[in-house]
């Protein structure tokens, strides 16, 4: 928690100061939404096998085959399709519709009942991730060309913490919801959790963006 704690700080005076005063808010509004991400994906990142094998009995090989099937669309859409997405819909609206693709494709992977039902939500699950990229853009606008360095740098921190707090939250609430003594059923419990941590960043970047059209419009 200090480690975590001090890189949290640290990263967040950082962009207090290089940000304008009309930038700030808009800046913190993007980056808390980065980091819901992030603790987000790890419903996915820290929780597949255990669910996978959980829910529909999954050897360790469908689980690797799934787990390639993942990286092969995550690698389409990052390495083709966001070169098509940002030119015509702009990063505004890439990050609108890259958080609600993977607040569904996690939606859906929380209440999927068949095995197969895994491979066909990773399509829509997979398109969110033309949202991260849209995310880091539109915050290093915001900043001078000689203190881009020091700005990835810092969201490199950010989302390094997430890393630390988003698995043992998922696989805890994974646990959680499925030993012996649990209230209720409910494996896809780490992924509901991401769904909503989704929807809430969507909030977030709205409030952001109109934040700062309220300014312009002032100004």
């Known amino acids: 928690a200090g480690l975590t704690g001090a890189s949290i700080s640290t990263a967040s005076a950082y962009i207090a100061d290089i940000s304008t005063d009309e930038d ?3 800046n913190f509004g993007l980056i808390v939404a980065l980091i819901l991400v992030n603790i987000g994906a ?15 009995d999954w050897t360790e090989r469908m689980v690797g085959i799934s787990l390639g099937v993942l990286g092969l669309v995550v690698g389409l859409v990052q390495g083709g399709l966001i070169r098509w997405t940002t030119p015509k819909f702009g990063e505004e609206k890439n990050i609108y519709y890259g958080l609600t693709f993977y607040a569904i494709g996690l939606l859906l992977f929380a209440f999927a009942n068949q095995g197969w039902m895994m491979f066909v939500f990773l399509i829509p ?28 740098g810092a969201l490199t921190s950010l989302i390094s913490a997430t890393s630390i707090i988003g698995p043992p939250m998922m696989t805890n609430l994974f646990y959680y919801f499925t030993h012996d003594e649990a209230p209720f059923e409910f494996s896809g419990a780490p992924f509901f959790l991401g769904f909503i941590l989704m929807a809430i960043s969507v909030v977030m970047v709205y409030f952001a963006f109109q934040r700062n059209k309220d300014k312009t419009v002032e100004s």
Do not use: D
């Not at 398109?127 to 849209?134: D, E, R, V």
């Open 24 to 26: 700030r808010a808009k």
């Open 125 to 152: 699950y997979c398109l969110g991730g033309i949202c991260g990229p849209a995310l880091q853009s539109v915050i290093s606008k915001n900043v001078p060309s000689n203190e881009q360095g020091e700005l990835q």
């Open 42 to 56: 790890h419903a996915v990142q820290s929780n597949w096998s255990f669910f996978t094998m959980y829910k529909f």
